[in-house]
């Protein structure tokens, strides 16, 4: 695991957009998973704008989506269908075959867990993905106590993510689950970014990079991913010890 550290959001997000899109410049068939949210937000609009600027082929790319609430269908302004559609797909008119989501309607969603992880065996694995960290610790919804051995899996989603999530709606929602590709897919994949901004991430952060490896505290497994990267700004980098 290394951190980067950047002096505010813009800089962590350039990073991240220019790296992504660098990476699909030298492997136009790479697979991208990445998580919705006010995180990511910055660094999609940057990579779209990179891509385009630099003429890259962006056709052959295959995205995933890391999660979705269960039961929201994807007009819902906050679901992470929504999210990606306004922001990566319609932008680059991405052909529907490009991408892969959660169907959070489905009345099976097992099967949906299925379908995500052989995707994700058919394409030979995601090679860059890039997640954010909720207030809990969470990695998409792999809550904590979730096994770092899960592939993609429905979870009951945790009191704090429930809370914290109303900020993506427009009015208070009902969220009782969630489903998300598990650990075992990011354990997996050739390199994760986890990005944090902010002084309200600092103490999340701070677990992640200095406490124990543990379930109870998800985030903290990429200690043990063989090239994690944890991206932070200043105020997200705050808490920690100063040899870090
Ligand atoms: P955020 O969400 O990027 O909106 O802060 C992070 C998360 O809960 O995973």
Do not use: W
């Given at each position: 695991m290394q951190i980067i550290s950047f002096?505010?959001?813009?800089?962590?997000?350039?990073?991240?957009?220019?790296?992504?899109?660098?990476?699909?410049?030298?492997?136009?068939?790479?697979?991208?998973?990445?998580?919705?949210?006010?995180?990511?937000?910055?660094?999609?609009?940057?990579?779209?704008?990179?891509?385009?600027?630099?003429?890259?082929?962006?056709?052959?790319f295959t995205f995933l989506g890391l999660d979705e609430w269960v039961g929201?269908?994807?007009?819902?302004?906050?679901?992470?269908?929504?999210?990606?559609?306004?922001?990566i797909f319609e932008p680059l008119q991405l052909s529907s075959s490009q991408y892969f989501l959660f169907n959070a309607l489905s009345d099976d969603l097992k099967s949906e867990c299925i379908k995500m992880d052989k995707v994700i065996a058919d394409k030979d694995g995601i090679d860059i993905m890039v997640v954010g960290i909720g207030m809990n610790?969470?990695?998409?919804?792999?809550?904590?106590?979730?096994?770092?051995?899960?592939?993609?899996?429905?979870?009951?989603?945790?009191?704090?993510?429930?809370?914290?999530?109303?900020k993506y709606f427009d009015e208070p929602v009902e969220l009782s689950k969630g489903i998300t590709i598990g650990f075992g897919h990011l354990m997996n994949a050739?390199?994760?970014?986890?990005?944090?901004?902010?002084?309200?991430?600092?103490?999340?952060?701070?677990?992640t990079i200095e406490g124990p490896l543990a379930e109870s505290f998800p985030a903290s497994i990429l200690q043990k991913h063989p090239d994690g990267y944890i991206l932070i700004d200043e105020e997200a980098g705050s808490l920690l010890k100063k040899d870090k």
């Open positions: 002096k505010n959001y813009e800089e962590l997000s350039g990073y991240a957009a220019d790296f992504i899109a660098n990476s699909i410049k030298n492997k136009p068939n790479l697979v991208l998973c990445m998580a919705s949210g006010s995180t990511p937000a910055l660094t999609c609009g940057l990579l779209i704008q990179k891509l385009k600027e630099a003429k890259i082929d962006y056709s052959k929201l269908p994807p007009t819902n302004t906050g679901s992470c269908h929504y999210f990606f559609q306004r922001k610790g969470h990695i998409g919804f792999n809550e904590p106590g979730t096994s770092f051995d899960n592939l993609s899996h429905v979870i009951e989603l945790d009191e704090i993510t429930k809370s914290v999530g109303q050739k390199k994760v970014f986890l990005m944090a901004n902010g002084s309200k991430k600092a103490e999340v952060i701070k677990k």
